[in-house]
């Protein structure tokens, strides 16, 4: 990424790549805004594209980040804007923000962003695709389908493949480390000799966040919901975060007790993917798509 610097106040503002250590700062920034990322996030979030995370200096002062992450030939996606409080307001954001639409020029741009900031979204071209809502509830122990596996016997060739359905580009990297994080269990379901849903749960900041949940059925993405809580400690807070055009994963969340906590607004600067939205129950993450 070129460096682009600006005069702001007397100061030279200064946006270049992060490096895999200011990641991890960038993610306590997320956890400071209340966003409970993933323990162990961070290898996966680097791993996806080591070039698409921002950091804004004010001098040699952090004061900005975001993330800018290709996906394949032809999809990115933005997450992870944060300016520190105490310089918002003063144009540092904005500059981070051309700097990412600027990296994934050409392609399609997701964003999962605050409801509220949908306006300013439109500035820079994003429509609205779908709400997504983050549910809260608490682990409980099920009955295990016994079609059920542990995803790492199944080849991951045909674990990408199944996952092209329900993304807008390949993501091969991401998916090698989200699947094996430490603490976190990836779960396959099995049907007919085929693959026909899987699903992670990681442990988080507070509690266990699932994503993403993909399953050929509401009937199977039950099963599998239930099968990723079944070695979490009861009672545990567990989280599931919802495309709102998916009636069944709403129900999914509803029958599980589960509370709407927190919504973003899915939008897409470009053609909006093809997406298999009746088969998606679980996002993978509001930061990364």
């Not at 106040?9 to 990322?37: H, K, S």
């Not at 310089?87 to 741009?109: D, H, Q, S, V």
């Not at 500035?123 to 509830?137: C, E």
């Not at 779960?187 to 966040?209: D, F, H, P, Q, T």
């Amino acid at each position: 990424m070129a460096r682009m610097e600006g005069e702001v106040e007397n100061f030279i503002y200064t946006i270049r790549t992060m490096t895999r250590l200011e990641i991890d700062m960038a993610v306590e920034w997320a956890a400071a805004e209340g966003w409970n990322p993933g323990l162990y996030d961070s290898d996966c979030f680097y791993g996806a594209d080591p070039n698409g995370f921002l950091i804004g200096l004010l001098g040699e002062q952090p004061v900005a980040t975001i993330s800018a992450v290709k996906y394949g030939d032809s999809f990115g996606f933005l997450g992870f804007y944060i300016v520190k409080p105490q310089y918002r307001g003063k144009g540092f954001g904005l500059k981070i923000w051309n700097a990412g639409l600027e990296y994934l020029a050409e392609r399609t741009i997701g964003l999962d962003g605050v409801v509220a900031q949908q306006d300013n979204y439109r500035k820079s071209g994003f429509k609205l695709a779908y709400g997504n809502i983050r549910h809260q509830g608490t682990a409980r122990r099920f009955p295990v389908d016994p079609g059920i596996v542990e995803l790492h016997t199944i080849a991951f060739e045909e674990v990408c493949a199944y996952d092209r359905a329900f993304f807008p580009d390949r993501r091969r990297e991401f998916l090698r480390c989200w699947l094996d994080q430490p603490q976190s269990r990836a779960l396959g379901l099995i049907r007919n000799g085929k693959l026909a849903g899987y699903g992670v749960v990681r442990m988080c900041r507070s509690g266990y966040k699932t994503g993403p949940l993909f399953a050929d059925s509401p009937e199977l993405a039950e099963s599998l919901f239930r099968a990723l809580q079944a070695h979490l400690p009861e009672e545990a807070p567990i989280y599931l975060d919802t495309p709102a055009e998916n009636p069944a994963a709403l129900d999914l969340a509803n029958r599980h007790n589960m509370s709407a906590v927190f919504e973003t607004a899915r939008m897409y600067r470009g053609k909006s993917p093809d997406v298999d939205m009746e088969r998606l129950f679980g996002v993978t993450s509001f930061e990364l798509g």
